[in-house]
């Protein structure tokens, strides 16, 4: 009996690594901005930045945040396997740091104006996880 591989099925979902000390740092309260410092690549440092600071009225640092952890995740992605398309899950933890850095990329690039920046990282953020998108932006 021969085994064929399901062609149409897609990519398989991506999973980035964990990055413990990084993760229990910032639950434990720690400022964003010092694990950020302290483990550059966490991408969820770099969303509780930009979440922090467009909380607080500052679109355009929000922006750059965001943008700092969106390129230090597509980078964890690549290492991972992805190919530049396919399910990122939400359910797995070390990839929601990323994912919410695509949505505050989005919500930031809208803010200053730059809508088909957002309208391109919405539709990235919900091809990629639709749980993800579902829980960020309550819809």
């Known amino acids: 009996m021969e085994s064929h591989e399901n062609l149409l099925a897609g990519p398989p979902p991506t999973l980035l690594p964990d990055l413990p000390e990084a993760r229990e740092a910032l639950a434990s309260g720690a400022k964003a901005s010092d694990v950020a410092a302290s483990f550059p690549a966490h991408?969820?440092?770099?969303?509780?930045?930009?979440?922090?600071?467009?909380?607080?009225?500052?679109?355009?640092?929000?922006?750059?945040?965001?943008?700092?952890?969106?390129?230090?995740?597509?980078?964890?992605?690549?290492r991972a396997g992805w190919k530049g398309h396919g399910p990122i899950p939400w359910e797995h933890e070390p990839n929601r740091g990323f994912l919410r850095c695509l949505y505050a990329l989005a919500r930031a690039a809208q803010s200053i104006g730059e809508k088909d920046e957002a309208e391109r990282c919405m539709t990235f953020l919900k091809d990629s996880s639709a749980e993800a998108h579902a829980a960020l932006t309550g819809r």
Do not use: I, K, M
């Open 43 to 78: 991408p969820a440092a770099w969303a509780a930045l930009a979440e922090e600071y467009f909380a607080s009225g500052h679109a355009v640092t929000s922006y750059a945040f965001a943008r700092t952890g969106y390129h230090r995740g597509l980078d964890q992605l690549r």
